[in-house]
C-alpha cells in the first residue's frame, strides 16, 4: 500500500491495517525491530481445525507510537500499534 493512500485515509478522518512487506525496508525493520525489542501492549491466540489440518495463530500487539520516539521516522504520524501475526 502506498504512503499516498495512507495519508489520504487518515486525512479522511479513517483508520486503516496495513500488511508491512520487505519492499517497505525502513518501515519493516523498525516494525520487526519493535516486535523484537519492545513490550507487548496485548496478545491473542487462536486454534483453527479446518481442511485437514490445525492451524495456530499467535497475534501480539506494539505500540509503534511510544516505541520510536527518540528515532522518529516518516511513518510516526501513521502508525499507532504494530500487530504481528505468526
Known amino acids: 500500500m502506498s504512503k499516498k ?10 483508520e486503516i491495517i ?3 512487506k520487505k519492499n517497505q525496508p525502513r518501515l ?7 516486535a523484537n525489542n519492545r513490550k507487548i501492549i496485548d ?3 487462536s486454534q ?4 485437514g489440518r ?8 506494539f505500540d509503534f507510537q511510544n516505541s520510536v520516539k527518540t528515532n522518529k521516522t ?3 504520524k501513521y502508525v499507532k ?5 505468526k
Open 18 to 20: 496495513v500488511q508491512v
Open 5 to 14: 493512500t495512507i495519508k489520504s485515509a487518515k486525512k479522511s478522518g479513517n
Open 81 to 85: 500499534i504494530i500487530i504481528q501475526v
Open 48 to 51: 483453527d481445525k479446518a481442511h
Open 43 to 45: 496478545q491473542s491466540a
Open 28 to 34: 519493516f525493520n523498525k516494525c520487526q525491530w519493535i
Open 54 to 61: 490445525i492451524e495456530n495463530r499467535k497475534a501480539r500487539i
Open 74 to 76: 516518516e511513518w510516526n
